[in-house]
């Protein structure tokens, strides 16, 4: 009797629309993990070896590491305060950011590739006059990596912007702001020290899915010349069959492993969120 | 010598005035409420004194320094919001330290002013707790804690109880006003609840729609109302249309039936139409003592409201609310009989229509 009662409490349509969302997910995964082990089967994790010893794997997947971390850290700059002051001073502008983070959804990757080169590719002179100031961004290594960073921030901005908002959201940061300011505290300690650390999951999230984008971005890296890891991925999949799919099971587990402690460091906070 | 002074202050949020030539001034230590429905801009006024908005007209002055362009995190002062709004990644001491730590004062000087604050409000034992762990009644007092660790020159608190359920809201109102007496503390309590109000106030300003309608002790507010919205909102109220009939007697009467009024009918004519008020407790039944305002009555219905009973009469054709304390051996007439109640001459208001 327990046990059909049991069985009828047993939420079995929940469950199969889990399975099978698990098994859309979790078997290309399993496949390309087989495959990536059967170039030798006396040797099972060669592709792994071969891939890692590649010089321009270990340069390419650093760069764009790197482009991540910066373009995260110049995204939160630009996007924390701008979501705060509208969320504060300017509600009736929500809409037109919003729209406004929407573009690149809409603007495709090549778009935006064309126009950065179109607009950086002269050099910036002086207005009225023809005295250079600054070279043409794409003529230099630097200028190009600024350029990369900028295209990655227009790639991330609608992700980083929408976590923002939602996590100022789930704490009514208006209150917050003004109890703040009545015990004498000023913005730059408001930001730091009360904003900041209750949008920390937000923040992580939006940091997470920068990260993913960022790392397997290839139209802006290609176009622009950039030795990324998503250029360089792709090149090998044209002309090797087992390395590109070790290096897929690899971002693969390093993209959960974040995610997992994602969960992990806010687990805690979410329940402070809430407030009551 | 007035402590913090509000004069002529108006607001305008684009063409609609919020709130109309405010004028008051508080003395140090003073509990002062403002009182009023919603919408009639308490809050505002607060806000104005918080420094969040700035006033479209007008000065508020501190203690002689003129604060009415002062950025809020300038001002020294406190702040009670209705939803505690504690910070949630800080601890019950962090919070309560956080303005101290703002103002750069020294590390020990903050823990001893954070535990003497524990102990003011009682939490001794919950000082190293997030705030989501605990109840909002212990959220609430965290956060006049925090107010008060800055020793702020005025204390102002926004409906800081109407989020709490009905017996803590009494015992932390009682508590708030010992703390602010024995701290010697300005403060302005706003509030829509007039029991409240008239529980804790050293004063009370009644508002409606942006003005000020009456500013008194909660004695005058309640027992000498000026105006008509102030007699209907503080208090439960019977009015009623009525006629004067002799300005030298301060006769007025209602469906024919007279009442004397012991503040008179000045200033008005015979024949003259106006509203008469007399609260529902100042009735009773009339014995052979009672010589004033005896009148007869139909009990029209009875109901019980726990420590009071409230008896609706019928005098002409005008009903009235009738209170009396209740007790097991009250002895309560029928309903529908003919009974004589009678109120004192001080009991009848006389009002403009
Ligand atoms: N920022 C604003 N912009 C426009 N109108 C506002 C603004 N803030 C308040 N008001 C208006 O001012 C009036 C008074 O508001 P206020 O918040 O002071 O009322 P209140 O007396 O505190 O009411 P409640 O008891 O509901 O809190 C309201 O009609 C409100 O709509
Ligand atoms: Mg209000």
């Known amino acids: 009797m327990k046990f059909l009662n049991r069985l009828r409490k047993f939420p079995f349509l929940a469950w199969l629309w889990f399975l099978l969302g698990a098994l859309y997910f979790v078997l290309p995964l399993l496949a390309t993990f087989e495959f990536s082990l059967s170039w030798d089967p006396a040797v099972p994790f060669k592709a792994y070896q071969r891939a890692f010893e590649d010089v321009r794997f270990w340069r390419s997947f650093i760069a764009s590491n790197v482009f991540a971390v910066i373009t995260i850290i110049a995204c939160i700059i630009l996007v924390v305060p701008t979501a705060y002051w509208i969320r504060l001073r300017l509600p009736q502008a929500r809409r037109i950011v919003e729209f406004i983070t929407l573009m690149p959804f809409v603007v495709p990757a090549i778009i935006l590739v064309f126009g950065l080169i179109r607009v950086y590719s002269t050099p910036f002179t002086i207005p009225f006059t023809n005295i250079v100031f600054m070279q043409a961004l794409t003529q230099f290594k630097a200028g190009t990596n600024i350029l990369i960073v900028a295209g990655y921030m227009v790639l991330a901005m609608p992700y980083m912007y929408r976590s923002v908002d939602t996590g100022m959201r789930t704490v009514d940061i208006l209150t917050l702001t003004e109890a703040a300011q009545s015990l004498g505290a000023s913005w730059f300690v408001i930001i730091t020290r009360v904003i900041l650390p209750n949008i920390r999951s937000a923040l992580l999230s939006g940091a997470l899915l920068t990260f993913a984008i960022v790392v397997g971005e290839v139209i802006l890296a290609s176009f622009l010349g950039v030795n990324a890891f998503g250029p360089y991925l792709f090149l090998l999949g044209q002309h090797r069959a087992y390395e590109p799919a070790a290096l897929s099971f690899v971002s693969f587990l390093l993209t959960w492993i974040a995610m997992g402690m994602i969960q992990l460091v806010t687990g805690g906070q979410n329940q402070t969120a809430g407030g009551h | ?353």
């Open chain 2, 1 to 353: 010598m007035s402590y913090l002074s509000i004069s002529n202050v108006t607001k305008q949020f684009g063409d609609t005035v919020v709130v109309d030539n405010f004028n008051l001034e508080i003395g140090k230590g003073e509990f002062v409420s403002f009182l009023g429905p919603s919408g009639c801009g308490k809050t505002t006024t607060l806000r104005m004194v918080a420094g969040f908005e700035n006033p479209t007209s007008g000065k508020i002055l501190l203690d002689g320094a003129d604060i009415t362009d002062k950025a809020p995190n300038q001002r020294n002062v406190g702040m009670i919001f209705q939803s505690y709004a504690l910070f949630p990644n800080m601890t019950v001491a962090q919070n309560i330290g956080f303005g101290l730590k703002v103002r750069k004062e020294a590390d020990a000087v903050v823990k001893q002013r954070v535990s003497e604050m524990i102990s003011l409000i009682n939490l001794e034992a919950h000082a190293n707790k997030y705030p989501y762990q605990l109840s909002g009644g212990q959220q609430q007092r965290v956060s006049l804690a925090r107010a008060l660790a800055i020793r702020p020159q005025v204390l102002l608190l926004d409906e800081p109880l109407s989020a709490l359920d009905a017996k803590i809201r009494v015992s932390l109102r009682s508590e708030i006003r010992s703390i602010q007496k024995s701290l010697g503390i300005t403060a302005i309590f706003v509030t829509h609840d007039q029991e409240e109000a008239l529980s804790i106030s050293d004063r009370i300003v009644v508002m409606n729609a942006g003005e000020m309608e009456q500013v008194g002790t909660p004695f005058e507010i309640y027992n000498f109302p000026k105006t008509r919205f102030v007699a209907n909102f503080v208090g439960s109220l019977n009015t009623a249309d009525a006629e004067v009939v002799d300005t030298a007697k301060g006769l007025v009467s209602v469906d024919g039936v007279q009442f004397t009024s012991a503040e008179g009918t000045k200033g008005r004519n015979k024949g003259d139409k106006v509203k008469v008020a007399i609260r529902p407790e100042r009735f009773s039944f009339a014995t052979q003592q009672h010589k004033d305002n005896v009148v007869d009555a139909i009990i029209e219905n009875i109901t019980f409201l726990g420590s009071v009973v409230r008896i609706q009469i019928k005098i002409g054709n005008t009903s009235f609310n009738m209170d009396t304390f209740n007790n097991p051996f009250l002895e309560l007439p029928k309903i529908g009989s003919k009974q004589q109640v009678t109120c004192s001459k001080e009991a009848v208001l006389v009002l403009d229509e």
